[in-house]
């Protein structure tokens, strides 16, 4: 039937045929050309107001999602081995150098008055490393207004010493190492915040009777005699 209808209609149709004919099209059994008119119109037009609505919108929600600026760290963190390579089943020092931002302070270790947040650092590593024996350096003593005790900080640039214990099973691995320094930087108006800084670095672990040398001893060595100094001088 459809093929029947789909062909050219003759030029002349006799009465019955003609009916034939405007069933078959009202049926949509005839395709029909698509016009000026229907090409204008198969999709609404959206309204210039609804664009608008529709544009602020996105611009909306890029701006919440777009990622928050990171405050700026009031510190800068380098650290320092004592050896090339980890020595597993043993220990290296590490000398962690701590800068401060200039026209600010932060809490010594241990922090006094108790109460302050003290700066303190930590390690977490993939083969379980482990930071121990940490040396917090001298603080200077600051007279705030408002506090009856001295408070006493750290400023410049100090450093932090300690001991890192390699397990045996970390033989030949590279280590995945943080560290991890919190602290509270004040100046002489107002204090923010406590923070952490997280320095990452790898670390390779010698394997099993792979000799390890000794770096850095000359830092290591300039802090031994700036203790020492101190030392003298209480």
Not at 12 to 25: C, E, H, Q, Y
Not at 93 to 104: F, H, M
Request: aromatic share 4%.
């Amino acid at each position: 039937m459809r093929e029947l209808f789909t062909r050219p209609l003759p030029a002349r149709l006799s009465p019955g045929m003609l009916l034939l004919a405007m069933v078959a099209l009202t049926a949509g059994l005839i395709p029909r050309t698509i016009d000026a008119y229907d090409a204008k119109n198969t999709a609404p037009a959206v309204p210039a107001t609804q664009q608008n609505l529709d544009e602020r919108s996105t611009e909306t929600l890029a701006e919440e999602t777009a990622p928050k600026k990171k405050k700026p760290e009031m510190i800068s963190v380098r650290p320092f081995l004592s050896v090339d390579r980890l020595p597993p089943g043993g220990e290296c020092e590490i000398l962690i150098y701590v800068t401060v931002k200039e026209g600010w302070h932060i809490n010594a270790n241990p922090a006094m008055p108790d109460n302050f947040i003290p700066t303190t650092v930590t390690l977490k590593s993939k083969h379980k490393c482990e930071l121990t024996s940490i040396k917090y350096p001298k603080s200077h003593p600051m007279t705030l207004a408002g506090i009856d005790e001295p408070v006493h900080t750290y400023d410049g640039r100090i450093a932090i010493r300690g001991v890192i214990g390699i397990p045996i099973t970390a033989a030949g691995q590279v280590d995945e190492i943080e560290i991890h320094v919190r602290y509270q930087a004040c100046n002489d108006k107002s204090c923010l915040s406590p923070t952490t800084l997280t320095f990452k670095t790898k670390v390779p672990v010698a394997g099993i009777g792979q000799e390890v040398k000794a770096v850095n001893q000359n830092l290591f060595r300039a802090e031994d005699e700036k203790e020492a100094e101190e030392s003298e001088q209480k």
